[in-house]
Nanobody, 129 residues
């Protein structure tokens, strides 16, 4: 069974940085697309960034407009881990961040959460002003 473990959240001041990690295990397919999502209190879950293949850190990626130029998604094939480097954080980035995986890589990277089959628990990111 595929399991995802997100970590790296915390409290940071506006303008600061955090790096989230999503460690995957239990893969039953050769490749997986990975997405990062966030959900703030009272708001819907939204996609933040996604990568077509955990095996190819230089492959196709997608970013939410508001994080372009600030967030970077990457992967480490040997560690089955996907990272989300978050720079220039603002209070609007405060949310619970989670990662998700799907073996349906042909159409990836995916924007919507509906395409993902496996989810990890969230890690809280709080940005103070």
């Amino acid at each position: 069974e595929v399991q995802l473990q997100a970590s790296g959240g915390g409290l940071v001041q506006a303008g600061g940085s955090l790096r989230l990690s999503c460690a995957a295990s239990g893969f039953t397919s050769d490749d997986y697309a990975i997405g990062w999502f966030r959900q703030a209190p009272g708001k819907e879950r939204e996609g933040v960034a996604s990568i077509k293949s955990i095996r190819d850190s230089d492959g196709s990626k997608w970013y939410k407009d508001s994080v372009k130029g600030r967030f970077t998604i990457s992967s480490d094939n040997a560690k089955n881990t996907v990272y989300l480097q978050m720079n220039s954080l603002t209070p609007e980035d405060t949310a619970d961040y989670s990662c998700a995986a799907t073996s349906k890589v042909a159409g990836a990277p995916y924007i919507s959460w509906i395409w993902y089959d496996y989810w990890g628990q969230g890690t809280q990111v709080t940005v103070s002003s």
